[in-house]
């Protein structure tokens, strides 16, 4: 494909992002343009919100767009965030409906996996194990192994040892701003998360991105793991950047 700039989204429980990205670059190189995602997030309501933010990019050709749910075959398997009507529905002909370009969409931590092995923090990690986990509403996360992607590893999804709920709704970005937690109790929730992952994976690296990721060095210590922790390097863009190259190998 000749075309080297492409249109990533990163759609989220709270917002959708956009932006052109120049993928052999991995930079965004237009504005981040953002519209709040829409309550109950349908697959309806959420079609208008797309529809409105390739409009506002004038834009027609291939699309990246990281979905905040298990995508196979560009079908919504879960709905954790979003409304439960998703389950089991196409989002790539949801969102293609009226929209000329091709859609490619994949899980949104895959997509800010990718971004981070490519351009980011993970790039020294393209060997061996490297698991990114985004924290934000939920928690999302992305399993490479020789930098080749396992695709929808729901680890939010995991039950921690003794306990009744899934880890993402025992610690998240969310839970901590519900709970008005301090960054001291939420790193050690999440050191508990952590060393699960840890104990199961074995992984070389683990790169943290999404909300809370920003806010890293407030909790850094309390994180007990072997494996190498690092901050995502393109911090809120990794979503977008990252589905815009996936749209790029995909029209290969
Ligand atoms: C979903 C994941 C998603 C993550 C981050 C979780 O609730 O199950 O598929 O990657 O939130 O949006």
């Given at each position: 494909?000749?075309?080297?700039i492409?249109?990533?989204?990163?759609?989220?429980?709270?917002?959708?992002?956009?932006?052109?990205?120049?993928?052999?670059?991995?930079?965004?190189?237009?504005?981040?343009?953002?519209?709040?995602?829409?309550?109950?997030?349908?697959?309806?309501?959420?079609?208008?919100?797309?529809?409105?933010?390739?409009?506002?990019?004038?834009?027609?050709?291939?699309?990246?767009l990281?979905?905040?749910?298990i995508?196979?075959?560009?079908?919504?398997?879960?709905?954790?965030?979003?409304d439960?009507?998703?389950?089991?529905t196409?989002?790539?002909?949801?969102?293609?409906?009226?929209?000329?370009?091709?859609?490619?969409?994949?899980?949104?931590?895959?997509?800010?996996?990718?971004?981070?092995?490519?351009?980011?923090a993970?790039?020294?990690?393209?060997?061996g194990?490297?698991?990114?986990?985004?924290?934000?509403?939920?928690?999302?996360?992305?399993?490479?192994?020789?930098?080749?992607?396992?695709p929808?590893?729901?680890?939010g999804?995991?039950y921690?040892?003794?306990?009744?709920?899934?880890?993402?709704?025992?610690?998240?970005?969310?839970?901590?701003?519900?709970q008005?937690?301090?960054?001291?109790?939420?790193g050690?929730?999440?050191?508990?998360?952590?060393?699960?992952i840890?104990?199961?994976?074995?992984?070389?690296?683990?790169?943290?991105?999404?909300g809370?990721?920003?806010?890293?060095?407030?909790?850094?210590?309390?994180?007990?793991?072997?494996a190498?922790?690092?901050?995502?390097?393109?911090?809120?863009?990794?979503?977008?950047?990252?589905?815009?190259?996936?749209?790029?190998?995909?029209?290969?």
């Amino acid at each position: 494909m000749a075309q080297d700039i492409i249109m990533g989204v990163d759609v989220g429980a709270t917002g959708f992002k956009g932006g052109l990205v120049d993928i052999k670059k991995g930079e965004m190189v237009s504005e981040r343009f953002r519209l709040e995602t829409p309550a109950p997030a349908t697959p309806k309501a959420m079609a208008k919100t797309f529809k409105e933010l390739v409009k506002h990019f004038d834009y027609e050709g291939p699309v990246g767009l990281g979905f905040p749910a298990i995508v196979h075959n560009g079908v919504s398997r879960s709905a954790s965030n979003i409304d439960k009507a998703w389950i089991g529905t196409s989002i790539v002909k949801t969102f293609g409906k009226d929209f000329k370009g091709s859609i490619h969409a994949l899980n949104d931590a895959d997509a800010a996996g990718i971004a981070e092995m490519e351009f980011g923090a993970g790039r020294k990690y393209q060997r061996g194990t490297t698991i990114m986990i985004t924290i934000g509403t939920g928690l999302g996360a992305a399993l490479f192994r020789h930098n080749e992607l396992v695709p929808n590893m729901e680890f939010g999804s995991m039950y921690l040892k003794d306990m009744k709920k899934i880890a993402e709704k025992y610690v998240s970005n969310r839970v901590r701003k519900d709970q008005d937690m301090s960054w001291k109790d939420f790193g050690k929730r999440f050191n508990e998360y952590l060393l699960h992952i840890e104990r199961i994976f074995s992984p070389d690296c683990i790169l943290l991105g999404g909300g809370a990721s920003k806010s890293f060095t407030e909790y850094e210590k309390y994180l007990e793991v072997e494996a190498t922790i690092l901050p995502a390097k393109l911090l809120n863009k990794a979503g977008t950047v990252g589905a815009a190259l996936y749209a790029y190998q995909q029209a290969q």
